[in-house]
């Protein structure tokens, strides 16, 4: 079987839901189920044998080790971080608590562990780290897109936090020999993501008649990728990925914020003109710009599509489209998501304008 952790939260959960609708192999599932983990996110799995969900932290070695001796997995992929840059902004103990202090206690589990292993079983298991573009920093208008070797520059608490927690999966490797792979991926977007980003923030912001926030001009770049797509990527990494080695994952998809607003707004003008304000263009609003906030990223995929053969199966324009979709008809999900922490969330960053 495999170990994932994070499989509450965004990609986690596509990932699980991917994995168990493809294969017979047993999921243990960790996850501490911060504010963006979601146990709805996986309803569609409860009552599956192959999906063990297990409650608890990264960081808690007991629990951990506990974990691994029991089930012995084959392989560790490690989805489980503080994930959103504007909290990390407000607050980034967390992000040092679980993405640097929990992924060290984390790896030295895995280190005893694996450690202990012999022969094929040794040679064999994997830890597979999922981390961010945002290692790599902000790239000018005409740079050329991030490769595995561009050197670290990362410039929120969020992306120092996952440098260094990338930096010591690195380490475990060249050090213990312990057999890592480690992906950097685009941003991402489609089903059951939080919406404290930017897109599923857009969405259920439109559908209500509430205003669309921009930061600064809207001109800051980023890379989408389908979530499908990257959990696609993650197993091929997995089934195929060379030990020791990054791979970076991205759909050539480079888009302006308001370009991806304005394509969500037209969008939802055709497919749900009951809203409160339409055309809902109408909501945009600009608003102050995040503190040190990143111009662009974008990222070279060809190693991953070389080496792997990889390809995303999603444009963004088909992607978009499913993700539209589904969140519209998803009206429970969105309301559940849309109460308590997430409330109080949106008036501490957007205030009045809420
Ligand atoms: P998310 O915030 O939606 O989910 C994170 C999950 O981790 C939640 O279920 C949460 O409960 C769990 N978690 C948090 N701290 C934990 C701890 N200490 N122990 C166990 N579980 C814990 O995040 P996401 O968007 O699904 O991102 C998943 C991973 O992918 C993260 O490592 C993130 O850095 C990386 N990533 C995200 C994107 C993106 O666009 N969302 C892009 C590239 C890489
Ligand atoms: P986000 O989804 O938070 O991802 P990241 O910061 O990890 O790239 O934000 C995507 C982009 O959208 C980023 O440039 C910030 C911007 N943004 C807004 O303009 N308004 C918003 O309300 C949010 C949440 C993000």
Redesign the pocket.
């Known amino acids: 079987m495999i170990l994932v952790?994070?499989?509450?939260?965004?990609?986690?959960a596509n990932f699980v839901l991917d994995w168990l609708a493809d294969c017979d192999e047993p999921v243990i599932n960790?996850?501490?189920?911060?504010y963006?983990?979601?146990l709805h996110n996986l309803a569609s799995v409860e009552g599956v044998a192959r999906h063990l969900f297990v409650q608890?932290?990264?960081?808690d070695r007991a629990l951990v080790a506990g974990l691994l001796a029991k089930h012995r997995p084959r392989a560790v992929i490690n989805?489980?971080?503080?994930?959103?840059v504007d909290r990390s902004i407000h607050g980034p103990e967390d992000f040092i608590q679980?993405n640097v202090v929990?992924t060290f206690h984390f790896l030295e589990e895995i280190r005893a562990y694996w450690n202990a292993m012999e022969g094929m079983e040794k040679a064999e298991f994997r830890f597979l780290h999922?981390?961010?573009?945002e290692v790599y920093g902000s790239l000018g208008p005409h740079d050329d897109a991030f490769t595995e070797t561009t050197a670290y520059a990362p410039n929120s608490p969020y992306s120092a936090s996952?440098a260094a927690s990338d930096h010591l999966v690195r380490a475990y490797h060249h050090t213990y020999g312990l057999p890592v792979l480690t992906t950097n991926?685009?941003?991402?977007y489609g089903p059951y993501?939080?919406p404290e980003?930017l897109i599923p923030l857009v969405m259920m912001n439109a559908v209500a008649g509430k205003p669309l926030p921009i930061y600064g001009d809207g001109l800051n770049v980023r890379d989408w990728l389908y979530v499908g797509d990257?959990c696609s990527a993650i197993r091929a990494v997995l089934s195929a990925g060379q030990a020791g080695e990054v791979y970076n994952i991205g759909g050539r998809n480079e888009k302006t914020n308001i370009d991806v607003v304005k394509t969500i707004c037209t969008m939802l003008d055709a497919l749900h003109p009951a809203s409160p304000v339409t055309p809902h263009e109408k909501l945009i609003t600009y608003v102050k710009d995040r503190a040190g906030h990143d111009r662009r990223y974008a990222i070279d995929a060809r190693k991953i599509e070389r080496e792997l053969g990889w390809r995303p199966q999603e444009t963004f324009e088909t992607g978009i489209r499913k993700t539209v979709a589904w969140y519209l008809a998803n009206p429970d999900w969105v309301a559940n998501v849309a109460t308590g922490e997430y409330r109080h969330w949106v008036e501490k960053q957007y205030g009045s304008q809420a």
């Open positions: 952790t994070g499989g509450a939260g965004f990609i986690g960790l996850d501490k189920l911060t963006a983990g979601n608890g932290d990264i960081g989805f489980a971080a503080e994930s959103h679980t929990g999922v981390s961010t573009d996952k991926c685009s941003n991402n993501q939080f980003k990257h």
